[in-house]
């Protein structure tokens, strides 16, 4: 890396680029990770399928849907499912181990929340 209080030569260039290519590159590279699951990544599920996932019932499936429990997509009289939306439904209902819950309390009285006024 070069030092930011010098300036650079013109020999410097060439190499200077270079670095700086990678680097975008790199960045590139890993916001292409970070973006939303494309189609390839994020499959979609018919309801048969969603509903083998989710080990549910149809009307079951159904009910959730219209409660608005699980985000659907509606092409013509058919519902189509993505797989992540239906993993986040089942991690809504994740319940926190006893470590996680005390340490919720700790930083909750460490913050001072916790004490009356």
């Known amino acids: 890396m070069l030092d930011s209080e010098k300036p650079i030569t013109f ?8 670095k700086l290519f990678l680097k975008v590159e ?11 699951p494309t189609e390839e990544t994020d499959p979609i599920l018919t309801t048969e399928q ?6 549910l019932a149809r009307p079951s499936m159904y009910f959730l849907v219209s409660q ?8 013509g009289k058919k519902l189509y499912f993505l797989k ?4 986040k439904y089942l991690m809504s209902g ?6 996680e819950k005390q340490a919720e309390t700790i930083d909750f009285l460490q913050s001072g929340k ?4």
């Open 94 to 99: 994740r319940r926190k181990t006893k470590a």
């Open 11 to 18: 020999e410097q260039i060439p190499a200077s680029f270079s």
């Open 26 to 36: 790199r960045i590139e590279a890993m916001l292409e990770k970070l973006q939303k």
């Open 114 to 117: 916790g004490t009356k006024a």
């Open 50 to 55: 969603a509903m083998v996932f989710l080990n």
């Open 68 to 75: 608005g429990k699980i985000n659907s997509i509606k092409k």
């Open 84 to 87: 992540s939306d239906l993993k």
